[in-house]
């Protein structure tokens, strides 16, 4: 077993990397189904629906980025 | 009409040097990287740092943080001294000015020629599908600010993926400073529309239930600070990303070489793909995080100038 705190600490921040990931690629992914799925239904509203995605994938990355900052410091810690 | 346009672009232009958010004193030199390799920071070239005796997490920090270039400017307690971030900041406001002056001088009897064409489409786009959809008829009124937001978020991330360059937006002190200006645009928006109490009234809806407004004025109030904020982070965090993983995959170059030879030349080509990959995708980032910039503070904008819905 490492006893160093640095090597949990890059341990934490690879494990953290990837359940940020995980969690924002199935929120753009559910938003981008279902407004893909908005604009075949409704084709002449395809414009507004683009704009709202592209809204809402912005606020969901940017949770998503919060938490990358925090597994950032841990990579970089000294 | 179109002097109107000129006008919005020539205040686009002349907006962000106005807006200066200071980057500086977030500087501090780190260690001896600093001092002794200062121009060494080309995208190319990760792999003559890693024969030196720093590890891949001081290069990949060597190469997104500020650092000052040779002489520090101090004044009391900032230091102002010329580095990396500022430098690329200025130059990416003298890029905007430069830009736009150009795209004014190309009109032609009202009709733009060469990059005006493509200014002022950027400039009509952001009038009309931004500011006067999201803020209303009192729209034109903001849009000379989103205009700069737009521009400036724009040529600074698509500057800093020159070689030997830096992207300015990716210091957090230089989101902050937008981020604040953002701010001031939405207090601003609110309080010239309703006055300084009413404004602040507005935040709580109204019709509420007595015993909600606890809950409520707080949580608005961390709203208020909290739009903002996420813009700051936003913008730094998808700015420091992009190049942090373009940094990374070329690391990959010098960390699979130290296994042997046979490892590090089949990841030449990779890492490079890898890394031409990202450095596409970030031109898309630029462009859609200016738009998300703009596109955020507009709504915000909008809804302290329309607080009933």
Known sequence: MPTDPKAFAYFAAGIGAGLTIMGGAAGIGRLAAAAMEGIARQPNAAGDIRGAMILSAALIEGVTFFALIVTILLAIKT | ?309
Not at chain 2, 5 to 17: E, R, S, Y
Not at chain 2, 108 to 132: F, M, Q, S, W
Not at chain 2, 200 to 215: C, D, H, S, T
Not at chain 2, 243 to 267: N, Q, Y
């Open chain 2, 1 to 309: 009409m179109i002097a109107a346009l000129v006008l919005t672009a020539a205040l686009a232009g002349q907006a962000p040097p106005a807006h200066e958010p200071t980057p500086a004193p977030a500087v501090e030199p780190h260690g001896e990287a600093a001092a002794t390799e200062p121009a060494a920071a080309g995208h190319e070239a990760p792999g003559h740092e890693s024969e030196e005796h720093e590890g891949p997490a001081a290069i990949l920090m060597h190469h997104v943080t500020d650092r000052p270039l040779g002489y520090d400017f101090v004044v009391g307690p900032l230091h102002l001294g010329p580095t990396r971030h500022l430098i690329f900041f200025l130059l990416a406001s003298a890029v905007v000015l430069i830009l736009v002056r150009l795209a004014i001088r190309s009109y032609r009897e009202g009709i733009p020629t060469g990059i005006g064409t493509a200014v002022e489409t950027l400039v009509v786009y952001v009038r009309d599908e931004i500011a006067e959809k999201n803020i209303g008829h009192d729209g034109a009124k903001y849009t000379p600010l989103l205009l700069s937001f737009f521009f400036f978020i724009l040529i600074a991330a698509l500057m800093g993926l020159l070689p030997f360059s830096s992207t300015s937006t990716g210091n957090i002190s230089v989101t902050l400073g937008l981020a604040v200006v953002s701010f001031l645009a939405m207090q601003f928006a609110g309080i010239s529309k309703y006055g300084f109490i009413h404004h602040y009234k507005n935040m709580v809806p109204a019709g509420l239930p007595a015993w909600l407004l606890p809950i409520i004025i707080p949580v608005e109030i961390l709203g208020m600070f909290s739009k903002p904020f996420a813009l700051m982070i936003r913008l730094f965090a998808n700015m420091l990303a992009g190049h942090m993983v373009i940094t990374t995959l070329l690391l990959l170059i010098p960390l699979m070489s130290a296994i042997g030879l046979l490892f590090g030349l089949p990841m030449i080509p990779i890492s490079l793909v890898l890394a031409l990959f990202i450095m596409i995708l970030e031109i898309l980032v630029a462009f859609i995080q200016a738009y998300v910039f703009t596109l955020l503070t507009s709504i915000f904008i909008g809804m302290s100038a329309h607080p009933a819905h």
